[in-house]
């Protein structure tokens, strides 16, 4: 199956490319590590380097904001061809509302998704929690859906810390973030934050310093987590990339559940801008 | 050889607790970190490699340089210089020549480098020999050995019903003289080192690669984090920035501190005007290995990689340096 899907992408790849439809293609290619790591394909020669297997789990997404701004002055930024995971796709949508990229630059390589394992060779976390077998959007759809059951209660991780009393609760997410290096993986790889000057590093330090004391941490993760709200697309790469493991996805998922309960907005679900992100027209606000 | 068991041994560290700040590997909810221990009881014994070099205890992550004090037209500064003795305990030797590596420059240039002086000469370091070479790890590549009692001052070697007890240095046998123990024949077990070598090479097989293909193909999936420098135990750039911490009673507090930086971060080369002569992935992961492999030993001596492999296995998109090294060798 992976095999067929694979050479379904290369044939792709190869043609958009020799066609000059594209002029790049970002998927994936083979790693002694991991399984699989995102790569960028330029010549039609080189498609052959692109893979597929249960190990592809970037969100090749994020890439595209390196893909904005043409390379050479005068010219159009680059047109890129992008695999993409069911997950992933959200962000594309998410992207096109936020007009971060044009939609005619863009080709989707849809794929349909069985979850991805770790490298140890269980399931995905995130996986276990997803019905989503189809991109929401794609150009192109490689890959059989597969059937699968419906996933159990997608929030019960998050019932557990809820269930915590305020002060409780708190001493938890301190301990958390306590161990956090402020490395900012969690921000760079994530294709909803894509500030030119985060808030977090500003040289004036309006909200938090350079420092490594727990309230700094605790301001960026609080902060950051409310800057994705109704925009998180759920990929969890925030979480997989985090080299002190914070489970970052509760706070994501927390926000992700309240912007649905009460605007009924699934970000990225259909290209629309976000509920709390909405603009004001002569009729006042939408809601 | 001296022989102590693994109560001696605790007894001993709670006994180190009275003058000095301990410092040894701790799990913290299932991460290997080197922190500040209270007791001998939270410290592992058994552990691989930590998931974080011990740089932070020399190069804190953030440390208070210079405190002042505004009230009216009155201001004054104070130097904060703090007076404390420390010893790591359980150190891996990789983490000891990482150390030694950051030497080269914040203490063998003139003028060393105050803060960190500080902290290096009052600082013991009490190694544990690795049993074996974990996974990404490559330190018998780059000069190291998972025994190697290099730059340590003291190192344990764990044996059949406790821990050989070999002092490297002079500050390492008075430091151990308090450690009961027997003298013993031992023969120190061999480390497994079955790690496929990696190739070092010299800064002049370096410099006609600058612009290769090989940046681009490795750098154009670098996510620009600071991970792989965070971990790092030779990577030691910093920058130094002002905040204020609050008035109080009529008195506007200011802190002067230094704080870890990363070249692989966006931000690190923006000059004054906005200008960034780095401003892509790929010139800046390059920047990193050229750090390591080129300018660092042209400039100070010692490579900037202790092939302790934690990048290798922490970086989120496989950017694994012995597979640069493999390149840079085979790179015609």
Same mark, same amino acid.
């Given at each position: 199956m992976n095999e067929s899907i694979a050479a379904e992408i290369r044939d792709k790849a190869r043609e958009l490319l020799e066609s000059e439809q594209v002029d790049c293609v970002i998927g994936y290619e083979a790693s002694a590590n991991n399984g699989a790591r995102p790569v960028f394909i330029y010549d039609s020669a080189d498609v052959d380097r692109l893979v597929w297997n249960e190990h592809c789990v970037h969100n090749l997404v994020t890439y595209l904001h390196d893909k904005k701004k043409s390379q050479k002055r005068g010219e159009d930024p680059p047109r890129v061809a992008v695999v993409t995971k069911p997950c992933d796709s959200r962000a594309v949508n998410v992207l096109l509302a936020e007009q971060q990229i044009a939609r005619e630059r863009v080709f989707v390589i849809g794929v349909a998704c069985e979850g991805m394992k770790e490298a140890g060779g269980e399931s995905q976390e995130r996986c276990n929690r997803c019905a989503d077998r189809v991109p929401v959007i794609y150009d192109v759809l490689i890959g059989n859906p597969p059937i699968v059951d419906p996933p159990p209660e997608a929030y019960a991780d998050l019932a557990e810390v809820e269930a915590l009393p305020p002060n409780e609760r708190l001493a938890f997410w301190l301990r958390q973030f306590d161990r956090c290096i402020r490395c900012y993986a969690c921000r760079q790889v994530c294709p909803g934050c894509y500030c030119t000057t985060c808030m977090f590093e500003r040289d004036d330090g309006l909200w938090i310093d350079a420092g490594i004391e727990l309230e700094q941490k605790h301001m960026f993760h609080l902060g950051r987590a409310l800057h994705l709200a109704?925009? /998180?697309?759920? /990929?969890n790469e925030c979480e997989r990339v985090c080299p002190m493991d914070l489970p970052l996805s509760l706070l994501n998922r927390m926000l992700a559940r309240e912007v649905e309960t009460l605007f009924g907005h699934r970000a990225g679900q259909e290209e629309e801008l976000s509920p709390l992100l909405f603009e004001l027209g002569e009729e006042g606000s939408p809601l | 050889m001296k022989f102590t068991t693994l109560d001696q041994l605790k007894v001993w560290l709670d006994g180190l607790t009275d003058k000095y700040d301990l410092v040894a590997p701790r799990d913290v909810d299932g991460k290997v970190l080197y922190r500040a221990i209270g007791s001998a009881d939270e410290i592992l014994f058994d552990y691989e490699r930590p998931d974080l070099s011990a740089k932070d205890f020399f190069l804190p992550a953030t440390e208070v340089l210079l405190r002042v004090e505004q009230q009216g037209s009155q201001v004054t500064q104070e130097e904060v210089l703090l007076d404390r003795k420390q010893v790591i305990f359980g150190l891996r030797p990789c983490d000891a020549h990482g150390a030694a590596a950051i030497d080269a420059l914040f203490l063998h240039q003139d003028p060393a480098d105050a803060y960190y002086r500080h902290h290096r000469e009052r600082t013991t370091l009490v190694g544990l020999a690795c049993p074996q070479m974990w996974g990404g790890c490559f330190c018998t590549s780059v000069g190291g050995a998972p025994d190697d009692t290099t730059h340590l001052d003291v190192l344990l070697h764990e044996v059949e019903g406790g821990y050989a007890v070999e002092a490297v240095t002079e500050k390492g046998t008075l430091l151990v003289e308090s450690l009961a123990s027997e003298e013993r024949e031992i023969e120190l077990p061999e480390p497994v080192s079955d790690a496929d070598e990696v190739p070092v090479t010299s800064p002049e097989k370096w410099k006609p690669l600058f612009e290769e293909k090989i940046w681009m193909r490795h750098g154009e999936r670098c996510l620009s984090c600071r991970i792989c420098t965070y971990v790092c135990p030779t990577c030691r750039c910093f920058d130094v920035v002002d905040r204020a911490t609050g008035i109080r009673d009529g008195v506007t507090h200011i802190e002067r501190i230094r704080v870890w930086d990363a070249c692989t971060s966006p931000n690190y080369r923006r000059a004054a005007g906005g200008h960034n002569s780095r401003p892509t992935k790929p010139v800046r992961l390059r920047n990193r290995f050229y750090c390591k492999f080129c300018y660092y030993p042209e400039d100070f001596g010692p490579l900037g990689c202790v092939g302790c492999g934690r990048c290798v296995v922490s970086c989120p998109v496989d950017i694994d340096i012995r597979e640069i090294m493999q390149d840079v060798a085979k790179a015609k």
């Amino acid at each position: 199956m992976n095999e067929s899907i694979a050479a379904e992408i290369r044939d792709k790849a190869r043609e958009l490319l020799e066609s000059e439809q594209v002029d790049c293609v970002i998927g994936y290619e083979a790693s002694a590590n991991n399984g699989a790591r995102p790569v960028f394909i330029y010549d039609s020669a080189d498609v052959d380097r692109l893979v597929w297997n249960e190990h592809c789990v970037h969100n090749l997404v994020t890439y595209l904001h390196d893909k904005k701004k043409s390379q050479k002055r005068g010219e159009d930024p680059p047109r890129v061809a992008v695999v993409t995971k069911p997950c992933d796709s959200r962000a594309v949508n998410v992207l096109l509302a936020e007009q971060q990229i044009a939609r005619e630059r863009v080709f989707v390589i849809g794929v349909a998704c069985e979850g991805m394992k770790e490298a140890g060779g269980e399931s995905q976390e995130r996986c276990n929690r997803c019905a989503d077998r189809v991109p929401v959007i794609y150009d192109v759809l490689i890959g059989n859906p597969p059937i699968v059951d419906p996933p159990p209660e997608a929030y019960a991780d998050l019932a557990e810390v809820e269930a915590l009393p305020p002060n409780e609760r708190l001493a938890f997410w301190l301990r958390q973030f306590d161990r956090c290096i402020r490395c900012y993986a969690c921000r760079q790889v994530c294709p909803g934050c894509y500030c030119t000057t985060c808030m977090f590093e500003r040289d004036d330090g309006l909200w938090i310093d350079a420092g490594i004391e727990l309230e700094q941490k605790h301001m960026f993760h609080l902060g950051r987590a409310l800057h994705l709200a109704g925009r /998180c697309v759920e /990929c969890n790469e925030c979480e997989r990339v985090c080299p002190m493991d914070l489970p970052l996805s509760l706070l994501n998922r927390m926000l992700a559940r309240e912007v649905e309960t009460l605007f009924g907005h699934r970000a990225g679900q259909e290209e629309e801008l976000s509920p709390l992100l909405f603009e004001l027209g002569e009729e006042g606000s939408p809601l | 050889m001296k022989f102590t068991t693994l109560d001696q041994l605790k007894v001993w560290l709670d006994g180190l607790t009275d003058k000095y700040d301990l410092v040894a590997p701790r799990d913290v909810d299932g991460k290997v970190l080197y922190r500040a221990i209270g007791s001998a009881d939270e410290i592992l014994f058994d552990y691989e490699r930590p998931d974080l070099s011990a740089k932070d205890f020399f190069l804190p992550a953030t440390e208070v340089l210079l405190r002042v004090e505004q009230q009216g037209s009155q201001v004054t500064q104070e130097e904060v210089l703090l007076d404390r003795k420390q010893v790591i305990f359980g150190l891996r030797p990789c983490d000891a020549h990482g150390a030694a590596a950051i030497d080269a420059l914040f203490l063998h240039q003139d003028p060393a480098d105050a803060y960190y002086r500080h902290h290096r000469e009052r600082t013991t370091l009490v190694g544990l020999a690795c049993p074996q070479m974990w996974g990404g790890c490559f330190c018998t590549s780059v000069g190291g050995a998972p025994d190697d009692t290099t730059h340590l001052d003291v190192l344990l070697h764990e044996v059949e019903g406790g821990y050989a007890v070999e002092a490297v240095t002079e500050k390492g046998t008075l430091l151990v003289e308090s450690l009961a123990s027997e003298e013993r024949e031992i023969e120190l077990p061999e480390p497994v080192s079955d790690a496929d070598e990696v190739p070092v090479t010299s800064p002049e097989k370096w410099k006609p690669l600058f612009e290769e293909k090989i940046w681009m193909r490795h750098g154009e999936r670098c996510l620009s984090c600071r991970i792989c420098t965070y971990v790092c135990p030779t990577c030691r750039c910093f920058d130094v920035v002002d905040r204020a911490t609050g008035i109080r009673d009529g008195v506007t507090h200011i802190e002067r501190i230094r704080v870890w930086d990363a070249c692989t971060s966006p931000n690190y080369r923006r000059a004054a005007g906005g200008h960034n002569s780095r401003p892509t992935k790929p010139v800046r992961l390059r920047n990193r290995f050229y750090c390591k492999f080129c300018y660092y030993p042209e400039d100070f001596g010692p490579l900037g990689c202790v092939g302790c492999g934690r990048c290798v296995v922490s970086c989120p998109v496989d950017i694994d340096i012995r597979e640069i090294m493999q390149d840079v060798a085979k790179a015609k």
